[in-house]
Each structure stands twice: as structure tokens, then as C-alpha cells.
């Protein structure tokens, strides 16, 4: 595992949503003794509200902005190696993927353990993610095929774009 960051700046765990790459970045930080940042957890501090919130309140474009700062902030505060999980749409933001200097790990999650803790999630929070509903799903079924376009598509995104590839439950 330490080969991940031998010649690099950073380790970078890509993923779709719920994927789990906050509790994989968290791992690695431990196992290899470097710091920890999370992408979405910065754009929270910048914009003083939580990610979905921000999403839904001022737009994609809005979003992509505040991903690209945070993205920004933390490469350019932290000097050498460290390990940093980005949000899961990370994959459709080029001018954020501009900075991120470092191996690129795709954490290739099961749909169905993602769509699982979308739903989990759905169920605290009260909302499914922007991308499913806006499509106003009518029931689960409906929710997972949307969720199952956006998988494949995000999917192959992340595969062509990762140095390294984790499978994951």
C-alpha cells in the first residue's frame, strides 16, 4: 500500500457515492501515518452549509465552483503526502480534477451496496440525492433505475480516470 504514494503527492480515492471512500481515505491515513482530508467536508466548511444542501440551493455550476476551491485549499496547504477522499461527482468536474496531483484510487463499490446506503441514507436525511430526485421517482424500483444509468455512466468515468483500482464489498 505504500507504493500508492512513493513518487507522489497525494492519494486520491475516487468513487461514487457512498462508495465508501471516506471510511477507505481514514484506513489509509492510519496504516501509512499521513493526514486525512475529505473534499466534501471542506466545501461544508467553506460554504457553511452541508454538500446536498448547497447543491440543491444554488446549482450544479455553484457546486463544481465550491468543489474546485476546496479541492484547491487542501493541495495547496498540505505539503507531501497525504490521503484525500473526493465527493462523488468529482469525475464530471474537470477544473477540479486539474489539481489533484497524486495516484488516483478508484474505490469500485457494488451498485447495489451503494444504491443500499443511498436509501439508508434517503431515510435520515429525507431526501435522495438531486440526481434521482429530480427525476421524481414515483418508487424504489423507479429510484434504482435511475441510480443504475448513473452508476454504469459514473462507473466507467472513474475507471478511465483511476491509476489504481480497490474492489470493494
Not at 465508501?20 to 467553506?46: A, H, R
Not at 485549499?73 to 461527482?89: K, P, Q, W
Not at 424500483?141 to 480497490?166: G, T
Request: aromatic residues 12%.
Amino acid at each position: 500500500m505504500g507504493d500508492f504514494v512513493t513518487d507522489k503527492k497525494a492519494l486520491i480515492i475516487l468513487g461514487i457515492k457512498h462508495s465508501g471512500k471516506t471510511t477507505l481515505g481514514n484506513y489509509f491515513s492510519k496504516i501509512l501515518n499521513i493526514p486525512f482530508f475529505d473534499v466534501d467536508e471542506q466545501i461544508e466548511k467553506d460554504v457553511n452549509m452541508g454538500v446536498r444542501q448547497y447543491f440543491q440551493t444554488y446549482g450544479e455550476e455553484a457546486f463544481k465552483k465550491a468543489e474546485y476551491e476546496a479541492c484547491k485549499e487542501i493541495f495547496n496547504a498540505n505539503d507531501g503526502c497525504f490521503v484525500v477522499a473526493t465527493g462523488g461527482g468529482i469525475c464530471d468536474n474537470v477544473q477540479a480534477l486539474s489539481v489533484l496531483e497524486g495516484t488516483k484510487v478508484f474505490l469500485d463499490a457494488s451498485e447495489t451496496v451503494c444504491f443500499r446506503r443511498i436509501l439508508e441514507n434517503s431515510k435520515k436525511t429525507g431526501s435522495l440525492p438531486a440526481y434521482i430526485s429530480n427525476k421524481n421517482p414515483k418508487n424504489e424500483d423507479e429510484a434504482r433505475a435511475i441510480f443504475h444509468e448513473f452508476y454504469v455512466r459514473r462507473r466507467n468515468s472513474y475507471l478511465k480516470l483511476a491509476d489504481e483500482i480497490i474492489e470493494w464489498v
